[in-house]
């Protein structure tokens, strides 16, 4: 299957997408399609002969519980909305706790790597072919950036790919991006990874940007394509001709014309970069590598072990519970603020009112919250509680803004019975009304 040059779809760019000249597909985050009708961008897009390609990013296939099947069922029916001819996720999980470790339900609102050991890929198996199973095209996984590192770690990235590969047959959506974050953050080589997994598995390519901070790499999406990023592409086509490849953008849109010039570059360099004489070579060292791997058979109570894990490291960050030992602190400290900074960013998309009403003093509020307060429900739970917090606590010294949070809230709170939130929040508009 041949999908060709492709670039995200996302609503802010639809109408730039729509007029970018030789793209032959697109990529849609799947959550925020909806299951039952397309946005008309897409429609048109379709109308044309473009291919559009469900993302998924709260699978958690990566995580100790099965796939839920509510989600796999929603996968499922936005694959065939769009007619695609495959649907891609992530390898890594978003979040832990619950029945399995009898602990509150913890979100990361974020995708977090999984530990390369034998425990995490028997589970990750398991995972995947509930979801293969579920869904009526093929599904290919993505390597993901990752700020930390788990110890102890058994297999390399490219021998947990392989592995995957070997025991499910899915496919793989390799992120050149996101072997070039963990290169400069985990010290990992990009082509030793390359040289590993099986390229011939490869379904497509992202390429994206991001930027470097006190030595950190961090995967944005909202910057150019970096000349190292290009570099690992072109290592990567120097041993196969990926059948797509797509450029990434979620933030910091530029005008069509720039998304286009990137797109240009894409296509030079992998021009450029055609297989080389040595590529035999790499794949024929790779073979012999996944060859060498021990022959293993899972063993009882991975998942348990695996929950327990991840609970602890995911508590670490959102809830402020020591950290797991072996891990890097002050790595701990740049994820945690890194998922706060990336809820306070969500929460003013899907609620643009509160920035608006908060003016300055939205994201400090909202830091302040989101470090003694985890995520347990989604973003728009997340507004709600963020907004509660606020109204309980004392409210807002600008009465004008303490009346529309209080409204705000109202609007939204829907009818169920009068919690102890609820009369406060009564309460205090009843104050401001005498007023």
Known sequence: MRLGIGIGWRPEIATEVEALTGIDWVEAVAENLCADHLPDSLVRLRERGVTVVPHGVSLGLGGADRPAPERLAGLAARAELLGTPLVTEHIAFVRAGGPLTASPRLEAGHLLPVPRTWDALDVLCENVRIAQDALPVPLALENIAALISWPDEELTEGQFLAEL??????????????????????????????DELPVEAIAYVHVAGGVEKDGVWHDTHAHPVTAPVLDVLAELRSRVDPPGVLLERDDAFPPGAELAAELETIRGTLRSAAPVAGARTHALQGALARAALPVRTPRPGARDRTAIAQTSLLSALVAGTPAPEGFDHRRLRVQSRALAAKRADVVAKVAPELPEILGDGYRAAFLSYAMSRPMSGGYRRDAMEFVERILVSGGLPDPVAQRRLTHWWEDRSGPRPPGRTSRLVRAARAVLVAK
């Not at 899915?170 to 990874?193: C, F, M, Q, S, Y």
Request: proline share 3%; aromatic share 0%; glycine share 6%.
């Open 165 to 194: 590969v070997e025991r499910t047959g899915v496919r793989l959506l390799i992120d050149v991006a996101n072997l070039h974050t963990n290169h400069v953050n985990r010290g990992e080589d990009p082509a030793k990874a390359l």
